[in-house]
């Protein structure tokens, strides 16, 4: 019965709140990397973003007004890595904050010595256990022109979600079985390992050096080049781009 529902309900969106051709066009044309797929992909990706925007909340703070657009081209792009994989994976939270732009938030580390640090950290996206997802609009809405960055930070903090899925942010999502999760941990610590190595050797990436923070960041910012710059991406890192396109289930560099 539940399943049944779960259907009528999203076959009743589609049908009264589809997102308007006007919109989608104008969300593409901003950022050409969402075409990069075939017909019946991009068809499903309206589809999905649709029951997005019928799922979640969006809250503009900062004096910010989230309309029709600005939530369209953040569903647009949030579902991207869960085309094929389901909005299942976005269930844990409904709430989606945009500030109008990067927020400062004070932290505090306590180092080795036992010492407590204060400082001040500048961010464009956070996501959290059961929610929100924090999101800087300047930074969404310029996504069409860092794409060849390899940056987005839709992509980054929902793929944060994605990893949180299983109950762990530790940059290890939940995997199908035993053996799709050992070739994770195993292609994930060498790449991981490498492009360490590579940043503290000063070597130009291009991921950003963000990602060397942690095994949790450096999936998330793979994950953002594999969508949005992923010749690129495939180019200086092969293994690690076959391993994202079994995971998503998705070739973007097949349509690029």
């Not at 589809?18 to 017909?39: C, K, M, N």
């Amino acid at each position: 019965m539940a399943g049944w529902f779960k259907r009528w309900r999203e076959a009743r969106t589609l049908q009264q709140r589809a997102i308007p051709d006007e919109l989608w066009q104008l969300a593409l044309a901003r950022f050409p990397f969402l075409t990069w797929r075939s017909e019946a992909d991009m068809a499903r990706l309206r589809d999905m973003a649709t029951l997005f925007l019928g799922e979640k909340e969006f809250t503009g703070v900062q004096g910010l007004e989230v309309d029709d657009l600005m939530a369209v081209c953040i569903a647009a792009q949030a579902c991207l890595p869960a085309l094929n994989l389901g909005l299942d994976w976005y269930d844990g939270f409904v709430g989606i904050v945009v500030h109008a732009d990067v927020v400062v938030a004070q932290r505090e580390m306590v180092d080795d010595d036992g010492v407590v640090h204060h400082f001040e950290e500048e961010l464009s996206g956070e996501a959290m256990h059961g929610g929100p997802v924090m999101l800087s609009w300047r930074d969404v809405e310029d996504a069409g022109e860092s794409a060849a960055e390899g940056y987005n930070v839709v992509i980054h903090e929902f793929v944060h979600v994605m990893d949180m899925r299983d109950g762990l942010a530790d940059g290890v999502p939940a995997l199908p079985d035993r053996a799709a999760h050992d070739e994770w941990v195993a292609v994930m610590g060498q790449e991981y390992g490498d492009f360490c190595d590579r940043i503290d050797a000063y070597e130009y990436t291009l991921l950003d050096p963000y990602a060397a923070e942690a095994p949790e960041e450096f999936f998330a910012v793979a994950s953002e080049a594999f969508f949005v710059a992923p010749r690129d991406f495939r180019a200086e890192h092969p293994a690690l781009y076959t391993l994202l396109g079994k995971f998503f289930l998705q070739d973007p560099a097949a349509f690029h």
